[in-house]
């Protein structure tokens, strides 16, 4: 509450009357808003705030008898001002944030907006600083200032941040600087790797700004209950080159970007589901095919509510499928259309299961009208239309599994990257730093 | 000997550009508001606090909780801000967060 009042621009202590969850429980005893009435009488007559307006980002210092007792005090300082993650981090040092700002094609005090639900005043200098401590490197700073930009301008971001379902933000990464900064749209793509460490930095800078400058606290400033993937969010490429032929980029089909455009697209991502899509026993590739798309579409078909906000414009999800599964799917003759047509349609839900699960009633409180109207569809689509649908040709050179990251996704936003000049010699910097380069592999 | 590690502060700053409404000198005679999202007992909890304020402020016109839209994607839209105002409320409560 105190960050979602500040994030319109007020100070943040609202006048405000708090209890134990328990009392905000169906049948639960609200006995206590009569016990404790005089302090809502009082919030309207007696109240005033104490906030007192903040100056411009300080320097914190710390001193230690070595500079690792120094490093340990620093970490054990934003913990307990509460801007960590429990991980250890580098601190944002003068040094440490102008290597990083080498990346930006913007001033360091330009502000890309205000990050809800406190309202934080995100400049490039605070992405620059938490991408210091998240272990980030310069030419990491444009993916992670786009995919800033595509947060702030998206719709309903603030309850994003804040909804107990937890959602996190999955930035899709599409062009030529994916391979250049070594990101990962391969093997082990939404996990650590040190051949491609990228995607890890990006998105633990991200959830450093959601949560140190957008006030998403656990508990505090964000109810996520359960909070999954909210270490590093999850970053990473499309396949491009594992495209099959006449197939387009994800930012092609969803954004209209040319291919060769550097480019980020956000979904906000509520959960993440393996899908065994690979067949067993004797089956010819068509079978092959077929049963692993109804096997998506099963998983596809489930009364995610909160899929609700993005069931006109924004996406039910996004289903990640092997470059190998694609350049066999596509040899026999499905196309992205026909592949998103089918899992739209095959993962309808008839309405009698929707009402045995109190869904209608959901749907019926959907700020959106066109939502609202989807009530009277038997069976009841996941979305409005297949497009909705993100489809991704991305993972491991394997034909097993394909992936589906199921959304709370208003809209899914796209925003192009931008590279500074010296984006070239930022490379070679890293090519010293991280030796081998972005196809070469040690193991 | 001691070793200085200087770093930035990354919570970055808040800009207050709107201060809280001004408190009322009393709530006798007033007429209040609710907004609600329409979620987390508020169908239960609201009318009890309006019944709580007609019984103690002799006087105090308390609106319906129904007034005004509700639900969460409706109460922080611009349109329930102009019906509020329009209603010529003197003071509203918002509720209810969890």
Redesign the interface.
């Known amino acids: ?1 105190k960050n ?1 009042v ?1 994030g ?5 202590d ?2 405000m009357v708090t209890f134990p ?1 328990n ?4 049948g ?1 005893d ?1 006995s206590a ?2 016990t404790r ?1 005089r302090e ?2 009082d ?7 104490d ?1 007192v ?15 690792e ?3 340990t ?2 970490n054990n300082l ?1 913990l307990t ?1 509460l ?1 960590g993650d429990g991980l250890p981090v580098w ?4 040094e440490r ?1 102008d290597w990083i700002l080498q990346g930006s094609v913007l001033p360091r005090n330009h502000v890309l907006g ?2 809800p639900p ?6 490039v ?2 992405c620059a ?2 991408l210091a ?1 998240a272990g980030g490197r310069p030419e990491y700073l444009p993916v992670l200032i786009a995919a800033v930009e595509a947060c702030l301008v998206a719709d309903g971001f603030d ?1 994003l941040q804040a909804t107990s379902g937890g959602p996190f933000p999955a930035v899709i990464v599409n062009g030529p600087i994916a391979k250049q900064i070594r990101l990962n749209s391969g093997f082990g793509l939404l996990g650590p790797d040190p051949q491609r460490p990228a995607g890890a930095s990006i998105g633990r800078a991200l959830r ?1 700004l959601q949560q ?2 957008g006030g998403a606290l656990p508990g505090v400033g964000t ?1 996520a209950i359960f909070g999954a993937m909210r270490y590093t969010n999850a970053v990473f490429a499309e396949d491009e080159e594992g495209l099959p032929p006449g197939w387009q980029t994800h930012a092609q089909q969803r954004h209209g970007y040319t291919p060769g455009t550097n480019s980020v697209s956000v979904v906000f991502a509520s959960g993440v589901t393996n899908v065994r899509r690979r067949g067993a026993k004797k089956e010819s590739p068509e079978e092959d095919a077929l049963n692993g798309m109804w096997r998506m579409a099963d998983f596809m078909r489930a009364p995610n509510l909160a899929a609700l906000a993005g069931w006109e414009k924004g996406t039910p999800g996004v289903m990640m499928i092997a470059p190998i599964v694609a350049r066999r799917m596509a040899e026999i003759g499905w196309t992205q259309k026909s592949i998103r047509d089918f899992l739209w349609e095959n993962s309808r839900i008839p309405m009698a299961h929707m009402k045995r699960a109190g869904a209608p009633a959901w749907i019926d ?4 009208p066109v939502t609202r109207e989807s009530i009277n569809l038997d069976p009841w689509p996941i979305c409005q239309k297949p497009d909705n649908i993100v489809l991704v040709v991305a993972g491991g050179g394997h034909p097993t599994h394909s992936y589906w990251l199921q959304a709370h996704s208003p809209t899914v936003e796209g925003r192009v990257i931008r590279v500074p000049e010296t984006f070239e010699r930022l490379l070679t910097d890293a090519d010293r730093d991280l030796g081998c380069g972005d196809d070469v592999c040690r193991i | 000997m ?19 409404a001004p ?5 006798e005679g007033k007429r ?1 508001g609710f907004v609600s999202n ?1 979620q ?2 508020a169908y ?2 609201l009318p ?2 309006k019944e ?2 007609e019984k ?1 402020f002799p006087g105090v016109q308390v609106l319906p909780i129904d007034a005004f839209p509700q ?4 109460i922080g839209n611009d349109e329930t801000a102009k019906l509020v105002k329009k209603s010529g409320v003197d ?1 509203v ?1 918002v509720g ?3």
Request: aromatic fraction near 8%; charge should be positive.
């Open positions: 509450m979602a500040s319109v621009g007020l100070a943040p609202a006048a969850v009392m905000f429980m169906p639960s609200i808003v009569e009435k809502f009488y919030g309207l007559i007696k109240w005033k705030s906030f307006q903040a100056g411009s980002a300080k320097m914190l210092s710390v001193e230690g008898a070595s500079y007792d120094a490093l005090k620093a934003l001002n801007w601190p944002g040092t003068k944030v205000k990050f406190r309202g934080g005043v995100t400049t200098e605070i600083i938490a401590m309850q450093m140190n400058v109810m409180i959907d700020h959106n | 001691t070793t200085k590690l200087e770093f930035y502060d990354p919570s970055g700053v808040i800009e207050v550009k709107v201060p809280h408190r009322l000198a009393s709530l209040i329409e987390w007992q239960r909890m009890m606090l709580l304020l103690d639900g969460n994607g409706l003071a409560i209810n967060a969890a």
